[in-house]
């Protein structure tokens, strides 16, 4: 009985921290970390986990905000909060408990990481949320938070704001729109029930809304080349790199053509496949240029 308990609390944990999403935007902090040179186990560890946290905590402040809203949705319906399987009083500890331990890990690395990671939560908990039901500008907001994670693992090695953390910051930025749009474009009748229009056309599902997928997908292509322009990447990263923008382009083009649930669904998950395997591209290639560097210095 006990063991069934104890089961059902973590699984509501799970749902109310939103796990996994949590996981994968933690992987991305760690592409960054690793791209950059770090190799320290510890401040990984400490990566891992202060990320997150702070992660969980918005997550979980992303669900008390919109409690009442999550009941009109089929696909939120379901979450602790609606359904009363956690209280208000315990997500808002959950979540102070995970900002502030997840910050002070953060600190442990460097204080630019905490800095970072508080102003993600900032901007998604108080900016993004409650303008998802104001405007589809809310998209360019909540896009910023979310291209922070590759920026902060990048600079939880480097100390500082330079070139690279930058440019990882903007591809995860740019790939954010036709991903997030796309997932709109699914969700668009379950997000109207709660009064949520976040494709960028007035019009919701329409060729204008798609149209834009497709200049941000050709964007991507050129961005996400930035690390082997300036030499900081090989040409494995930069054939992937190619190979995956036109394959994710070719998945909004067809959006275009069709305007049908079905290749948007494509599209989103194309979008899910798409950035790990160019982020873990870049770090693949980059300590491969490393290797075979000292391998000539030394003559081996």
């Given at each position: ?174 790939w954010q729109f036709p991903h997030f749009w796309a ?21 919701g599902k329409s060729k204008n809304s798609a149209y ?12 996400s080349l930035l690390p082997w322009v300036i030499g ?69």
């Amino acid at each position: 009985m006990l063991k069934r308990v104890l089961k059902e609390k973590i699984n509501t944990y799970i749902l109310f921290t939103k796990f996994r999403l949590s996981v994968l935007v933690i992987l991305s902090a760690i592409s960054g970390y690793l791209f950059v040179g770090g190799s320290n186990f510890l401040e990984l560890i400490y990566l891992f986990i202060g990320g997150f946290l702070v992660t969980a905590a918005s997550n979980g402040s992303n669900q008390i905000l919109e409690r009442e809203v999550d009941t009109l949705m089929k696909r939120t319906a379901k979450r602790p909060l609606p359904l009363g399987t956690l209280s208000l009083k315990e997500a808002y500890t959950i979540v102070v408990i995970s900002l502030i331990l997840g910050l002070v890990i953060l600190y442990l690395i460097n204080f630019y990481s905490s800095l970072l990671g508080l102003l993600a939560y900032v901007i998604y908990v108080f900016l993004y949320t409650p303008m998802k039901s104001r405007s589809p500008w809310a998209v360019f907001i909540g896009a910023i938070p979310g291209a922070i994670p590759p920026m902060l693992g990048a600079i939880a090695y480097t100390d500082d704001f330079g070139l690279i953390p930058g440019i990882l910051f903007f591809v995860q930025f740019t790939w954010q729109f036709p991903h997030f749009w796309a997932i709109a474009w699914v969700c668009y009748d379950d997000y109207k029930l709660a009064g949520f229009n976040l494709l960028p056309s007035d019009k919701g599902k329409s060729k204008n809304s798609a149209y834009q997928m497709v200049i941000w997908s050709i964007a991507l292509i050129p961005f996400s080349l930035l690390p082997w322009v300036i030499g900081v990447s090989g040409s494995w990263s930069m054939i992937i790199s190619t190979f995956l923008g036109i394959v994710f382009f070719y998945y909004a083009y067809k959006l275009l053509l069709t305007c049908e649930d079905k290749d948007a669904r494509k599209l989103m998950f194309a979008s899910f496949v798409y950035l790990p395997i160019i982020q873990f591209s870049y770090v693949f290639d980059r300590n491969l240029n490393v290797i075979e560097s000292f391998l000539q210095i030394n003559k081996i």
